[in-house]
């Protein structure tokens, strides 16, 4: 059965509005996955067939779109306003997710909420350290047996994360082809695993619990960063997680 939702975050950040508004409009491969940037306009176009209805920069955007693309959703609409704090030295968002569910209503919800605070987590952490230095971004997915609840709690061990590591910790995390990680562990819960190194974003996602398999994302903002090298590597890392190839 269809029903609407809505998913409310605020938060704070020290970075000017500006800096926030060209994330979220030119620089989403920095904190969420690359897009094609809005049409600067009411009624313009926006990312994945969507319509621009605010636009009044920096301080408020907003796209819908009414034609999602796959079953289980058939509206979408991100809203975000932006205001100064301290002079403008720093920025108060509010983001508002909303529209409409038409399956598996408690499982999505579940879903979108939990992921909504993990993506405005790292917006936080590419602001604070990395924006706005270019991004090179890779994506991956493990493979079928990866689709279980305990599937994280595996990759957090192969990475060598100590159980019960608290999030602000430094460690020295184990990655593709015995490569050495030195990161912060910015994110951790048992749902999603965020690493920040020197010169990257590494984000793991626990997608079992919600029937699919465990996803890795890499912002690389080192200059001679390589997508296709970084998907490769660590596709070949995930899946030897769950000995498959």
């Known amino acids: 059965m269809s029903k609407e939702f809505e998913i409310a975050r ?3 950040v020290d970075v000017p509005p500006e800096k926030v508004w060209e994330a979220i409009t030119t620089g989403s491969g920095g904190y969420l996955w690359p897009m094609d940037p809005p049409e600067p306009r009411v009624g313009g176009a926006g990312p994945f067939g969507s319509t621009v209805t605010a636009w009044d920069p920096p301080h408020h955007y907003t796209n819908r779109s009414e034609d999602v693309g796959f079953p289980i959703q058939s509206v979408n609409q991100l809203d975000y306003t932006i205001e100064p704090r301290d002079e403008g030295r720093r920025a ?3 983001y508002v997710h909303s529209g409409i569910f038409t399956d598996d209503w408690d499982n999505q919800y579940d879903g ?3 992921h909504t605070d993990f993506y ?3 917006l936080r952490e590419y602001l604070t350290h990395f924006a706005p230095r270019p991004v090179t971004f ?3 997915q493990g493979p079928g047996a990866s689709q279980s609840p305990e599937a994280l709690a595996a990759v957090g061990r192969a990475l060598g994360l100590p159980d019960g590591v608290a999030e602000g910790a430094k460690v020295s995390a184990q990655g593709p082809g015995g490569r050495t990680l030195d990161a912060v562990v910015d994110y951790r819960n048992p749902y ?3 690493l920040r190194t020197d010169d990257a974003l590494i984000r793991v996602f626990g997608r079992g619990h919600w029937g699919a398999p465990v996803g ?6 080192a200059p001679d960063a390589d997508a296709r090298a970084n998907e490769s590597a660590w ?3 995930l899946n030897g997680v769950f000995s498959q190839s």
């Not at 890795?216 to 903002?221: E, G, L, P």
């Open 10 to 12: 605020e938060f704070e």
């Open 235 to 237: 596709q070949d890392w």
């Open 216 to 221: 890795i994302s890499v912002h690389d903002f």
């Open 138 to 140: 890779a994506q991956l």
């Open 112 to 114: 979108a909420a939990k």
């Open 192 to 194: 999603f695993i965020g």
């Open 92 to 94: 108060w968002v509010r």
């Open 120 to 122: 405005l987590h790292t």
